[in-house]
Each structure stands twice: as structure tokens, then as C-alpha cells.
């Protein structure tokens, strides 16, 4: 009887709940017993939409981080946010963000700041977590006392769950180190923590825990091969069962390695390392459990399911019992319920699957296997229904398009002349003085801003009334900036719903949810529109907000776009052809759109690039293919401008240091890019590689609602001009400010353009 289990479920609420109980919260509106019951009823209600699968997931809820909360139940909590209080709670908030919650009910000192943990992204998702540090001296000491409440709230409600946590190697592997030590010399200390957290499970009863390891999808040089080994050799105790899984890629080399470690079974991602099973099947001991990953944890397609049982069932007949089936990955990087979309086009609607629904084509998969597709024949028959209309879809296939890509040729990406040549005629036209400042785009999607688009969204605000509202934020945004003496300007982006989804709703070949939320970060949600068919343009999308914006003032005023990579990598896209296609079509797109802003007198032009590195392959093996694409796609978008136009990109939380050499190639005028979490560690990548163009190093983080000092940004450019030539430094924040208050957002930048001028002084 194959088993079916879940590596784990979305923990934000099917209406963003978590999001709203969490910011509530944090601006004392709400107390610690309400955060708590809301917490509460979220995971009894995951749980539920879990039911009628054999084994749920206990542990993947979280306040914030996965991550984090490993850091804080192994006691690996940063020196700065140590002895603060005595509650666990706001120091765990601290280190999320900066801060804790604002005064109420006696939280004594929860106000006190400290300086935020770094972010940056989990493997190749839009998901970031907080870094791990570590030095020589870190200890480690267990604090169990969340999940083994999360276990027992679902044994009170009669689910029989397995805990989901941080495998040990990979929690090493996802740290950094704050001094010179090596983080494998930490290990021993660690499995020692890891092995009395296994003792504690076993205690409560807990037949199985879920270790995830995904770092075994990537290349590991032998000390870290070794280090598996050593660590799951101690944490064999017989006393419980370990489950060790893998997921975003193939095992490929590690496939020996991971079939033999002392565990009980191995959960495979088959959806992205298919050609792993077949030699998995010859390897695995006779006694140990294989977890097939058959449903796409990572996109919102609806599965085969014909397809994936016609080569299931042959593997179901030589493991029996040995067998179960999950998603490829924990359902977190998916919306929680298609069913709570009654506005999505109804045919594309028909091609997609939730988390809900992914969870209920697993419960198809397992009827067929253990009782016959004849069991399940209506819903077989339904979903080869969905399948082939989408395959047949006109609407997916655009000839005019097709022919488009094979069009592309060398020159559309190629600048008339070398950034050497372009500077100085921007350095004329553009008159900036030494640091210029800028910002990176969007400003605070105020109150006001929300309530005019969803009246107009609901018709009771017609085009004009909308356009006048936005026209006085596009003002207001003006005028402060103008107010702060900032150097080049932005409209602010009060006409933006989200970064893509606003270019996606006016590219043809898109279709979008209305609650279709996925956790970027904390309390941040994202909705990622659906790239179902080929893409083109039908009319410019920016060009009338941006030249009102430039109306209104005498400084530079940028053109802010999305390029055609984050786009791609921030869409749920189509599986029907690769992704390079896709991502040329966007660019083709975008391009008319940059030339057109060129054409209403715009000179300073921002094409985001925040998702460049979140694309590359888990293999370094396999990063040349991407990157070859990925740039070349920006460089079609941005490159058909004259010299005089400057062409601006952006970056954020990103290890970006082993693919500069790419950026370089982008040959984007300016870069700006996140530095403020890192304390300028990413400019480490300027040490051995002379970077030509200008950049942009973030020294505002704009994440945490902490307000940078003077003091702290002229330290971190400073830092910066030891790298890069001063001539050639922006100073900016290192991403927008949409999610921020404009309290917080004047301050912040009145202290960042103090700096610049403190600056110009000895520049």
C-alpha cells in the first residue's frame, strides 16, 4: 500500500491571515495571545486541508522564517539580539527585521533595535530567508519547546504528523561565517544538538521526522560529501525513523551518496531529477522507504495524472509498501486554494492546480495505485480533459510571435558604442554632481493609493477619477523628493499593484488569480501572475505615468520598467516550452516598451533585474546556459537606446559575487544593488574583477523599519570606495520603498542625502 504524505503546506492563510494578524502585531494593535490564536487557527486549518492524506506536516509553520526558527531551536541566536528580554518572541522578531513589536501590554523594551539578519533566497525560489551566522566560538543548545507544541496540537486534533526541519548539513551549508572560521568545524557541535532533538521526538512518540537536505541536488566537494556521512551516522539511534529529503534538482553524483546513508528513507524530487529514480531503484537497501516527489510543488500546472501512473505504477509493483508519494517539495511556493477563484478566466482556471488541489491529485495518484484507475476513472478522465485543452489551446500559440524569436539577431543587443564612449554625453545631459542619489522606485503604497484602486477595480471610480488620484500621489512623490534634494527622481509606482503583475496585466498571454498569494518573506506576500501563452505587447504600459511625472519637475526623472528576467522568474510559466523562450518573448516586448519611454524624452531609464541570480541552476555546471539567455534577454530589452539615454538596473538579496562577470555583460550603465544586510561583503566581488560601468551599492535597508544614521550610510560608502571609484558610486537604498511608511521613508532618506553631501566634500 503506497503511503502519501506532505513535505509541507503554505503557512500564510488561503486570505493572507498571517500577513495581517503579524503586522497587526507589530504595530501593537493586536496582543502576543492574538498573534498566538491566529497562529493557532492557521495551523488547524492547514492541517485540515491536509486531511485524507496519510502523514502531515508539523513544524513547517512559521511567524516569520523557517530557517530562523531552526536558528532559535538550535540557540544560535546572534550575540546583537542576545539578552535583550527575556521573551523569545521579540528577539526572534529582531533578528527578522530589526524590531519587535511597538509598546503594548507590558512588552518592556520590545522597541530596542538591533540590526537585522541577512536575507537572501532559498535555493532558486522568490522565498528568502534569514542567514545562519556563525564563528569560531558558536555553541549551540536546544529549545524544542515549538515543534513539540505544534506536534501536540496535531495530536489533540488527530492528525498523524511528521516533524519537517532544517537537515543539519544544510543548515551549515545555508549560514555564513562572521570571522575566518570554517562552518564544517561546527559540526559535531551541531549533531549533537540534532541528536537530542531526535531523542526529544522520539520521547513524544513520533514514528518519523522529515530531515531536508536539499543541498544534495547541488555539487559538493568532498568535505561536505563527508560531512554527511559523519552526521547521519551519529544520528542513527533506532529510536526514531528519519526521512532525509531532496528537492529543486537532480542528485545526479550524490545519488551513491544519498542512498547510503544511514537512514530510513529518501524522498526524491521526480519532477526535476526524474532520471534520478531509475538508479535510485538498484541502490536503496531493501528496507528503506523511497518518496517520489509526483506533484509540482513549485508551479500551479495541473499533473498528468495519466501520464505520471503510466510510469508509477511499474515502480508501485516492485517497492509496495517501500513506496510513497508527496509533492516534489513543500506546497510553500504555491497559492492555498484554487477554489477560492471566482474572477480567473474559466478556461485557465481549468489547466491550474493549488496547493489544495495538488494535495488532491496525490490522493488520485494513491487510489489508482492501491485499488485500479478504475477506481478513479471520472477523475482521470476530467483531468485528461484539462490537459489536452490546454495543449490544444489557440490561445497558448501565437504564430506572429514564434516568428518574432527567430528574428533575433546579435545587434538588438549590442549598444551603439562602449559604456566608455556613453558616459560622458550622459554626464553632460544629466549634470549630477558627485554620489548622485536616487531611489529604486516604488514609495509607499499609502492607504489612499489601495482604496482608489480597489474602487476602480470595482467600477465605482472611472478612468478619470483614477488617473487624478494617481496623478496627486505621482505629485506628492514628486515634491518630496524634490523637498529632500534628491538627485535623479522616480514617479513612485502609485499606479502599481506589484512590480510583474502590473506588466503582466497588460501583456497578452497572461492570466491572473485574485487570492493567489505566495510568502516572499515575513509578513511579505507575492501574486504571481499565470505566463500561460506567447507574449506581446498590445500598447505602451508606463510612457503616460512616467512623462506626467517628468512634467512636473526639472530633475531627472527615471523610466521604471521590469525587466524580462524577473518577469519569467517571478511568474508561475508555462511548462509547454523552455524557459528561454519565454523569457526572449518578454524582452522582444519590453524592448518596445524602453523605446517608446526613449521617444517621450525620458533619459534615465530603470530595467529591475531583481531575479537574475534566482534563475540560475542549483549546478554550477549548468550556469552558462542560463546566463547566456538571461543577459542576452536583458540586453535585447535595454540596448536599443541611443548613448545618451542611461540605462539603470536593479538587484536585490542576491549572492551575486560568482556571476559579476555576467552583470558586467549585461553592460548596464548603472547597477545598483543590496549591500546594507551584507555590511558591503557583496562588493567583495570588486576585489578581483574591475567592474567598468557605475553602481548603486544599497545603503538603506529598506526591510526593516529601522532608520539608518548618517553616520551608517557615509561608513558604508566609504567601504564602498575602497572597492569602487568614487566617480563612479551612486548612493540609494538598496531596494524600493513600497512597504514602508512614509515616517519611516523621509527620515531615512533625509539622513541618506546628508551622507552623499558629507561625501562630496573630500570627493
Request: net charge negative; glycine share 6%.
Amino acid at each position: 500500500m503506497v503511503t502519501t504524505h506532505n513535505l509541507g503546506f503554505p503557512r500564510i492563510g488561503a486570505k493572507r491571515e498571517l500577513k495581517f494578524a503579524l503586522e497587526s502585531y507589530w504595530k501593537g494593535l493586536s496582543s502576543r495571545d492574538e498573534l498566538a490564536s491566529a497562529g493557532g487557527e492557521l495551523r488547524q486549518k492547514n492541517w485540515t486541508d491536509q486531511s485524507g492524506i496519510d502523514m502531515v506536516a508539523a513544524g513547517d509553520f512559521s511567524f516569520y522564517d523557517h530557517v530562523l526558527d531552526m536558528t532559535f531551536m538550535l540557540g544560535n541566536i546572534p550575540e546583537r539580539a542576545r539578552g535583550l528580554t527575556d521573551d523569545v518572541l521579540d528577539n526572534y522578531f529582531r533578528v527578522a527585521r530589526g524590531r519587535s513589536a511597538n509598546v503594548r501590554g507590558g512588552h518592556a523594551g520590545c522597541c530596542a533595535e538591533v540590526a537585522a539578519g541577512e536575507m537572501t533566497k532559498w535555493f532558486d525560489t522568490n522565498y528568502h530567508y534569514i542567514v545562519p551566522e556563525f564563528t569560531a566560538d558558536t555553541t549551540f543548545k536546544l529549545d524544542a519547546s515549538r515543534l513539540l507544541a505544534q506536534l501536540e496540537e496535531a495530536r489533540r486534533a488527530g492528525f498523524k504528523a511528521k516533524p519537517v526541519i532544517v537537515g543539519p548539513v544544510t543548515y551549515l551549508a545555508l549560514g555564513k561565517t562572521k570571522d575566518d572560521s570554517e562552518r564544517l568545524a561546527l559540526l559535531p557541535r551541531l549533531v549533537t544538538v540534532y541528536a537530542q532533538l531526535l531523542d526529544a521526538l522520539a520521547e513524544q512518540g513520533v514514528e518519523w521526522v522529515q530531515l531536508d537536505e536539499p543541498i544534495l541536488v547541488t555539487e559538493l566537494d568532498l568535505d561536505w560529501q563527508q560531512a554527511f556521512n559523519i552526521a547521519y551516522r551519529r544520528l542513527r539511534n533506532g529510536r526514531i525513523k528519519i526521512l532525509l529529503a531532496t528537492y529543486f534538482g537532480e542528485l545526479l553524483e550524490n545519488r551513491y551518496l544519498a542512498a547510503n546513508l544511514p537512514v530510513d528513507g529518501l524522498h526524491l524530487d521526480a519532477i526535476n531529477g526524474r532520471e534520478d529514480v531509475a538508479p535510485l531503484l538498484n541502490l536503496l537497501a531493501p528496507y528503506k522507504v523511497l518518496s517520489l516527489g509526483v506533484i509540482n510543488g513549485r508551479n500551479i500546472w495541473k499533473t498528468d495524472l495519466t501520464a505520471v501512473l503510466d510510469w508509477l505504477e511499474p515502480i508501485a509493483q516492485r517497492l509496495g509498501d517501500r513506496l510513497w508519494i508527496a509533492p516534489s517539495c513543500s506546497l510553500l511556493h504555491v497559492p492555498v486554494d484554487l477554489n477560492s477563484e471566482d474572477r480567473l478566466d474559466a478556461e485557465v482556471k481549468s489547466w491550474l492546480a493549488f496547493a489544495r488541489q495538488k494535495l488532491d491529485e496525490l490522493k488520485i495518484l494513491a487510489k489508482a495505485l492501491r485499488t485500479g484507475r478504475a477506481s478513479v476513472a471520472g477523475d482521470l478522465d476530467a483531468n485528461k480533459s484539462a490537459i489536452d485543452s490546454r495543449r490544444n489551446s489557440p490561445r497558448v500559440h501565437n504564430p506572429d510571435v514564434k516568428a518574432a524569436l527567430f528574428g533575433i539577431t546579435p545587434e538588438l543587443g549590442r549598444r551603439k558604442n562602449p559604456y566608455s564612449q556613453r558616459a560622458p554625453r550622459q554626464a553632460e545631459l544629466l549634470n549630477l554632481p558627485a554620489y548622485p542619489t536616487t531611489t529604486i522606485g516604488s514609495f509607499p503604497q499609502t492607504a489612499e493609493i489601495r482604496h482608489a484602486r480597489s474602487e476602480y477595480k470595482a467600477g465605482r471610480l472611472d478612468d478619470d477619477g483614477y488617473r487624478r488620484a494617481m496623478h496627486a500621489e505621482i505629485e506628492r512623490c514628486v515634491r518630496e523628493q524634490e523637498s529632500l534634494d534628491l538627485d535623479v527622481l522616480v514617479h513612485g509606482e502609485a499606479e502599481r499593484n506589484d512590480m510583474v503583475e502590473y506588466f503582466g496585466e497588460q501583456l497578452e498571454g497572461y492570466a491572473f488569480s485574485k487570492l493567489g498569494w505566495v510568502q516572499s518573506y515575513g509578513s511579505r506576500c507575492v501574486k504571481p501572475p499565470i505566463l500561460f501563452g506567447d507574449i506581446t505587447r498590445p500598447k505602451t504600459m508606463t510612457v503616460e505615468w512616467i512623462r506626467y511625472a517628468q512634467s512636473l519637475t526639472q530633475r531627472p526623472m527615471k523610466g521604471m520598467l521590469t525587466g524580462p528576467v524577473t518577469i519569467l522568474n517571478w511568474s508561475f510559466v508555462r511548462d509547454d516550452q523552455p524557459r528561454s523562450a519565454s523569457c526572449y518573448q518578454l524582452a522582444l516586448a519590453i524592448r518596445h516598451e524602453v523605446m517608446d519611454l526613449e521617444k517621450a524624452g525620458v533619459r534615465v531609464i530603470q530595467i529591475d533585474e531583481a531575479a537574475l541570480r534566482e534563475g540560475l541552476p542549483l549546478r554550477k555546471s549548468q550556469w552558462e546556459r542560463y546566463l547566456d539567455w538571461a543577459v542576452e534577454s536583458f540586453r535585447i530589452t535595454a540596448n536599443g537606446v541611443a548613448d545618451e539615454t542611461q540605462i539603470h538596473t536593479h538587484m536585490c538579496y542576491s549572492e551575486f559575487n560568482d556571476i559579476i562577470a555576467s552583470i558586467a555583460d549585461m553592460d548596464a550603465d548603472v547597477i545598483t544593488i543590496e549591500t546594507s544586510r551584507s555590511d558591503m561583503e557583496l562588493l567583495d566581488a570588486f576585489d578581483d574583477f574591475n567592474y567598468p560601468n557605475e553602481i548603486g551599492p544599497g545603503v538603506y535597508d529598506i526591510h526593516s523599519p529601522n532608520i539608518p544614521t548618517q553616520e551608517h550610510i557615509e561608513s558604508l560608502m566609504k567601504l564602498a570606495a575602497k572597492r569602487i571609484p568614487a566617480e563612479r558610486l551612486w548612493v540609494n537604498p538598496d531596494c524600493g520603498l513600497k512597504t514602508r511608511q512614509w515616517q519611516e521613508v523621509i527620515p531615512a532618506l533625509r539622513n541618506m542625502v546628508a551622507a552623499a553631501k558629507e561625501l562630496r566634500k573630500t570627493a
